[in-house]
């Protein structure tokens, strides 16, 4: 018996449960890096973005259930994604398409790219807090998950670009998917009713 995975189907459909969480955490993450080290970000505002940005604004305790849901949904936009992606580029192009600059035409053009770094950023932050606080690992293991989830292991330089990349990336994701949702779909489709006289 074999079990079918409509990748387009499952893409469309957790990403609007997704879309506000994941909204969520790469502000946060973005304000947090970018405000600590170029603009002084206080501590307490500091640790307010970073709770907001791991879930442990709901609770300690829920903090590592949050970020594996999480962590598993943006894993599953991103292989759901980028198997769409090679499918669509085995198909034969029109050899006179013109290059058109849409939602759709950027969030393609981007998937592949930050393919990689959102999927390292989804399964280090997981090992980070699940393993921390369900598997009790010390502290010396799971912060070499959290060095390469933020890319402090990088140049100061390098280091703010890249979680530059992967926050910015993510954004430029969600922003131009949003309008492809079915609900933006089904708008479309239905269009203005006219009125009646």
């Known amino acids: 018996m074999t ?19 994941l909204l969520v955490a ?3 993450g973005l304000i947090y890096r970018i405000g600590k080290n170029r603009f002084g970000l206080s501590d307490d ?13 709901l609770s300690d305790r829920l903090a590592p259930l949050y ?41 393609k053009l981007l998937s592949p790219i930050l393919f990689l770094p959102l999927l390292i ?14 598997l009790g690992l010390e502290d010396k293991y799971v912060k070499v998950f959290l060095k390469i989830h933020e890319g402090s292991y990088l140049s100061p330089k390098l280091h703010l ?3 530059s990349l992967v926050g910015v990336g993510l954004l430029a994701l969600l922003i ?19 009125e009646k006289p």
């Open 67 to 107: 970020v594996l849901l999480m962590g598993i949904g943006l894993i599953t936009l991103l292989v759901t994604g980028i198997s769409l992606f090679i499918r669509r580029r085995r198909r034969p192009q029109s050899a006179a398409s013109p290059l058109r600059m849409s939602f759709r035409a950027v969030h």
């Open 26 to 28: 790469s502000v946060t």
């Open 176 to 194: 131009t998917g949003i309008p492809m949702l079915d609900i933006f779909r089904n708008a479309r489709a239905v269009g203005p009713t006219a």
């Open 121 to 134: 950023s989804a399964l280090t932050g997981i090992t980070y807090r699940v393993g921390k606080a369900w």
């Open 45 to 57: 505002a500091g640790n307010w973005m970073l709770r907001l940005h791991d879930g442990r604004v």
């Open 3 to 21: 079990i079918k995975i409509n990748a387009s189907r499952l893409h469309r459909r957790a990403a609007p449960i997704l879309c506000l969480p």
């Open 161 to 163: 670009a890249y979680v």
